[in-house]
């Protein structure tokens, strides 16, 4: 059983509809029952079979939720990075072989065992931040066992190290590189054997699409939408990234549980997201890595009371960023998210993006999954880059670091 008691702590629980600042909390104990948040209160007794933890005044927030991460991969695009800064265009990279075909390509060439290896080193780093939730796509295979492999080692990440790890398929993540097939007879593999196979097996909680003129058209991403429907698996959308393609009204009809990027997200389709419940995840690695311009429509999604995440979008490519605190300063600074905009982003928004309702919050009947901070303000973890980590991270009511 996992029961603890932590006493004296202020806390930050970032409930939802709190007119107080980070949801602030008077009472200081909270009292965890089989991983449950049971009680909270204050001057609460410790029971015979409870672990105490002392937090002397510092500060409780939620376990953070990163809600959007390719984090299974393989081999290192470090010196594709190089060769950009040197002036190198992607299409040339992409001809000499690099590129998503360099990851795909050491992805397929890679065992279990080493994926296995490299995203936990990867996903630590995240953990070690106060991440207790992490969602994983697979889409570096794009062939059948690829695939598998990857949604596999995903789930081996979450035994290894005691924290939630939701698995999204993403087959519709680009054409395989080393075949003849068109499009939509790609699609085809995606809808019919994929899909229905992952589901059966229990592999993937979600099905994500690169809807994009670079990606999928809107009319092969409504037929991966329609198959993850029929095999009863909710579904997300890579959206709005390069060019309004209405990917995101596209997801909204299927009330995606997200729908993610949306730098080029008319104002004008604000409210479809609002009408849906679809959460916008703000991903602000990639619009720093790529140099991108064309900014989400906060102030849009604001108005309208559309729940923005914030993620990493941990990739090989467009966002080699092992830090979802670093991701929440640039949301506010890029995007003009307010500090407390942006911590809810990785707790309670980055949950629900997820489908999650369980978590993302400190209240009685939610996951325990808390962190313990000794910091001046729930402020600084935004304010200051690299300058705080957790001493205590109990996931699932476990004390897992």
Same mark, same amino acid.
């Given at each position: ?5 932590? =006493? ?22 909270? =009292? ?9 209160? %204050?001057?609460? %007794? ?7 933890? /002392? ?32 002036? *190198? ?18 992805? =397929? ?17 995240? =953990? ?15 062939? /059948? ?7 596999? *080692?995903?789930?081996? @990440? ?6 939630? *790890? ?31 196979? @992952? ?14 003129? @670079?990606?999928? %058209? ?7 939408? /329609? ?40 104002? %004008? ?36 009371? *559309? ?95």
């Amino acid at each position: 059983m996992n029961n603890l008691l932590i =006493r004296n702590a202020r806390i930050a629980s970032m409930q939802s509809g709190s007119e107080k600042h980070f949801g602030l909390l008077e009472e200081t104990d909270i =009292r965890v029952t089989d991983g449950i948040i049971q009680e909270i209160g %204050s001057n609460l %007794s410790a029971q015979p079979n409870e672990t105490v933890i /002392e937090a002397n005044g510092d500060w409780c927030l939620p376990g953070f939720v990163d809600c959007h991460t390719h984090l299974v991969y393989g081999g290192d695009r470090s010196e594709e990075f190089a060769q950009r800064l040197d002036g *190198v265009s992607y299409e040339e990279i992409s001809r000499r072989g690099g590129g998503i075909k360099s990851s795909v390509r050491a992805t =397929r060439n890679s065992s279990a065992e080493k994926l296995i290896t490299q995203t936990l080193r990867r996903a630590r780093r995240l =953990r070690e931040e106060g991440v207790t939730t992490l969602e994983i796509k697979s889409g570096y295979g794009l062939d /059948e066992d690829t695939e598998l492999k990857m949604l596999t *080692v995903a789930g081996a @990440v979450a035994d290894k190290l005691d924290i939630s *790890v939701i698995k999204t398929y993403l087959g519709a993540h680009a054409l395989p590189p080393d075949n003849d097939l068109r499009a939509d007879e790609y699609i085809d593999f995606v809808c019919q054997v994929m899909i229905p196979k @992952v589901a059966k097996e229990k592999l993937a909680d979600a099905v994500d699409v690169f809807c994009e003129t @670079v990606g999928f %058209s809107l009319k092969q991403t409504r037929r991966v939408f /329609e198959a993850a429907r029929d095999a009863g698996l909710p579904v997300k959308g890579h959206v709005e990234q390069l060019s309004d393609s209405k990917g995101a009204v596209l997801a909204c009809e299927f009330q995606a549980l997200s729908v993610d990027h949306i730098e080029y997200l008319q104002e %004008s389709d604000v409210a479809t997201l609002a009408a849906a419940g679809t959460v916008a995840v703000l991903l602000p690695g990639a619009y720093y890595y790529l140099k991108e311009t064309q900014k989400p429509p906060v102030q849009a999604l604001r108005e309208a009371g *559309v729940d923005m995440a914030v993620a990493t979008d941990m990739n090989p490519g467009t966002s080699p960023v092992a830090s979802l605190l670093t991701c929440a300063n640039m949301a506010s600074l890029f995007f003009g998210l307010t500090v407390e905009e942006a911590l809810r982003g990785i707790t309670i928004n980055g949950a629900r993006a997820l489908g999650l309702h369980d978590r993302g919050e400190i209240a009685t009947g939610k996951r325990a999954d808390l962190t313990l901070w000794d910091m001046p303000s729930p402020a600084s973890l935004i304010y200051e880059i690299n300058g705080y980590r957790p001493h205590t991270i109990i996931a699932g009511g476990k004390h897992v670091a």
